[in-house]
């Protein structure tokens, strides 16, 4: 950003130059009388404006890689949430079946444990 703030400043210093020029030539051209002085600012300017047109069209040709590249990387990281969501969601699934099971477990070691008190106290 300011890199293309600081081409743009260039630009309009250049203007602002070829604006000096003309108004200072044509002021002593008017003194002479030669006519068409202010042609050759004019050009100048047109070249200027060319020039920033094609630095900024190539600024755009940037820009639009970039943000092609972003997209891209965003399109990849909602595909990779989505994959994450989905093996957390699996995750818990299994967590609970888990539970399940190690409450079935204490239960029937609870159970077993009283059998074996039961068997040893008789």
């Known amino acids: ?6 081409r743009t400043t260039e630009y309009l210093e250049k203007a ?14 008017a003194a002479n009388g030669a006519p068409g002085a202010t ?17 900024r069209e190539k600024e755009r040709q940037v820009l639009r890689r970039t943000l092609a590249d972003y997209e891209r990387k965003t399109e990849e990281d909602k595909k990779t949430v989505d994959a994450l969501e ?33 068997l040893l106290g008789t």
């Open 86 to 118: 989905a093996e957390l969601s699996s995750l818990r699934k299994a967590k609970g079946s888990l539970n399940k099971e190690r409450e079935s477990l204490e239960e029937d070691t609870a159970r077993l444990k009283n059998l074996a008190q039961a």
């Open 16 to 29: 602002q130059e070829v604006a000096n020029g003309l108004m200072e030539s044509d002021g002593a051209d």
């Open 39 to 55: 042609w050759m600012g004019v050009e100048a300017i047109a070249a200027a404006y060319l020039q920033y047109s094609v630095e």
């Open 1 to 6: 950003r300011r890199d293309r703030v600081s």
